[in-house]
Structures are given as C-alpha cells and as structure tokens.
C-alpha cells in the first residue's frame, strides 16, 4: 500500500479505481436487488455479501490511507536543517561510526582529505571489515569551470575570505584530496575507493553514510540538511549521487609502494592522472602542502 501511495499518480489512479468500483458495487446493491427470479435467501446472501465487501474495502482503503499519512509525517520528521560548524560535524562523525560506505559528491573534498578518509581508513582497520569510498569532486584541470567555482565562492564569501579563492587555490585543494584517496587506498586493504571528476558543480556538497545524509552549501548563509535514512530526502540525495557519477570521469591510479608519498611520487601521481597537464613548481607546493597538512573547513 505504501507503494502505491507513494506516487500522487499512482495515489490518484488506485483511488479513482476503487471509488469506482464501489460506486458500481453501491448501485448494483440497491438499484439491482432484490432480483425477484432470485428466492429471498438468495437475495440476502448475496446482499449481505456486497454489504460486508463494500465495507471492508472501504474500510482497508482509508486504514491505508491514514497509516500512510502517519508514515509520512514519521518521515518528515526524519529531516533537519542546522547553520551550526559544530552541528554538520557532529553529524558527520556520527554517520561515519556504523557505515559500509560513504559516498561525497561535492567541489573540493577538503573534509573528505581531513577527516572523512582518515577515520574511515582507522575504522576499517580497527574493525577489519572493508569500507566503501565513492568521491566526485570537480575537474581540476578545467579552467573554466574553476573560474566559474571562483566566482561562486567569492560571491558567497566573507569580504575577509574572498582573496583566497584564486585558481592556485582551487586546483591544489581538488589534487591535494585526490592524492589522499589513492594514498588510502594504497595502504589499507580495507579500503575500497572511487574517485571521480566532474566538469560541473552543484550549489551542495553531500556526504552520505549508510544511515545520514548531510547535506551543506557553499554559501554559509543556507542551513544544511540532515536527513535520516528512513526520509524522502535522503532517497533523493542518494539518487542524485548515482546521477552525478554517471556523468563523471573516474580515475586510477597505485602508489608504487606503501611509504608516505614524496613530492616526486605526487607530481607522477597527478601527472598520470592527467596526462598532458602542467604542473607547475608553484602548484605542486601548495597541492603537497595541503596534501601533508590538511585543514578541515570546520576548523
């Protein structure tokens, strides 16, 4: 019945249908009986037949009805909204505690690099039993789309923030967290890691747990959104990830060995993953800076 209810068309088709077959079984019960070919025991058996029918349909489709109104609005309550740093990272550490996987769809993955890997990394290890990573974060060799995040993030910013969003900064950021993904996934074998590019970004980032999804923008002044598994919301941000990687490029790449990447190992790493691109002396500074000191945006 949830099913059915679940979709407004499929709601609205399902009651039509059976409001109409209880407006037939209404009129043949009492323009139709008593048949007189028919004996008077005959007529009322099959009179009280109708009635009791009618009855527990109608009956069953406003149980159903009202369960599912109750349902949904156990839901809704499922959602909450919060502006508060330390209110997203609480959530964040509690959907990291108990999951399978984890799934970040977002622009940099700068709390992704600092604490999301990481402690999963610790959990997995702790817990020997293996962990999903699935990370989407923008391409940080399309130029015009990091204009484009620029712009966006400046717009958004605090005056007192606004000079440090230059496209050094942005593209560091991006392969600062893609080396932390595959340094990961080098050294656990609990771990089992995706990453993908995207040429496009969204207003949101999401982190989804199995059992949380945190939703938060870009701009401060938007609360997050915390939704619980048992909500519409957190289907439909789930979905969206699903949408989102689709459309993304994934990329591979092995350490060649479990010693803590050198400068010289993060320039090969980011130069097979995008072949043909300049690294400059400047940029890979800053990606290894944030790559061995990551700072979470909370912070």
């Keep these: 019945m949830d099913k ?46 109708l009635e009791k029918f009618i009855t527990s349909v109608f009956t069953a489709v406003v149980v159903g009805l009202f369960l599912y109104w109750i ?17 997203i990272e609480k959530h964040l550490v509690k959907a990291r505690q108990k999951t399978d996987n ?14 999301t890997i990481p402690k999963l990394s610790e959990l997995a290890l702790e817990e020997s039993r293996t962990i999903f990573i699935y990370i989407i974060v923008i391409n940080p060799f399309n130029p015009t789309l990091l204009q484009k995040y620029i712009n966006f993030r400046v717009s958004v910013d605090k005056p007192s923030n ?11 950021e991006i392969l600062a967290t893609i080396l932390t993904a595959f340094y990961y996934k080098r050294i656990n074998q609990f771990l089992t890691i995706s990453v993908k590019v995207k040429d496009f970004f969204t207003l949101s980032r999401m982190d989804i747990s199995s059992s949380l999804a945190v939703i938060t923008r870009e701009d401060p002044t938007i609360p997050s959104i915390i939704a619980e598994k048992d909500s519409y919301m957190y289907k439909h941000y789930a979905e969206e990830f699903q949408q989102v990687e689709r459309q993304s490029k994934r990329l591979d790449y092995l350490f060649p ?3 803590y990447p050198t400068k010289e190992d993060a320039q090969q790493c980011i130069q097979t993953l995008f072949p043909g691109e300049i690294v400059s002396e400047q940029l890979l500074e800053s990606v290894y800076s944030k790559y061995c000191f990551p700072k979470s945006p909370f912070q």
């Design 4 to 49: 059915i209810f679940a979709s407004k068309p499929g709601r609205i088709r399902f009651l039509w249908t059976i409001f109409s077959l209880l407006a037939l079984l209404l009129l043949i019960r009492f323009l139709v009986f008593p048949v007189d070919s028919f004996s008077v025991k005959v007529n009322e058996n099959i009179s009280s037949f």
């Design 162 to 172: 606004r000079d440090r969003w230059t496209e050094l900064e942005v593209q560091s």
């Design 102 to 115: 984890w799934y970040f769809n977002g622009g940099l993955g700068r709390y992704s690099k600092s604490d």
């Design 257 to 259: 060995s479990l010693n």
């Design 71 to 87: 349902q949904g609005d156990e839901k809704k309550k499922h959602i909450e909204f919060t502006e508060s740093s330390y209110e």
